[in-house]
């Protein structure tokens, strides 16, 4: 699906990639390591795009670079970005240390739990 928006200048491509990954302000900033207030001059054009911002919006989310810089071809690029994982990043960052250590540690149980499913499927016993 391409997204056109070649009207629209990089700095409301950034809000529109923001909102398409369902994040507000502050978590977008949080993922970017910026502040909320910078993000938010941007999206007001307040702030201009400097190639350092564009190329971390790439790596971080996947974007694709001519859909960022020019609004042509789609969002993210052939790897798109899991944005349920950019999701879960974002309220796991928000979470004191401990309740960090908490989410790791169930996690971990799941995909335990998930292999020895894997196995059983594989090895149905007789």
Do not use: C
């Amino acid at each position: 699906m391409y997204f056109y928006f070649m009207d629209y200048s990089i700095n409301q491509r950034i809000k529109k990639l923001r909102e398409k990954l369902e994040l507000n302000q502050r978590e977008f900033s949080k993922l970017l390591s910026l502040s909320g207030g910078y993000i938010a001059g941007i999206e007001v054009n307040l702030r201009n795009v400097n190639d350092r911002l564009v190329k971390l919006i790439i790596s971080q989310f996947g974007v694709n670079e001519d859909w960022l810089r020019f609004g042509k071809g789609e969002i993210f690029t052939k790897k798109k970005t899991d944005e349920k994982a950019v999701r879960i990043l974002s309220l796991y960052n928000d979470l004191p240390p401990h309740f960090q250590d908490v989410v790791l540690g169930t996690i971990e149980l799941l995909r335990k739990a998930n292999d020895k499913e894997k196995n059983k499927q594989k090895n149905p016993a007789k």
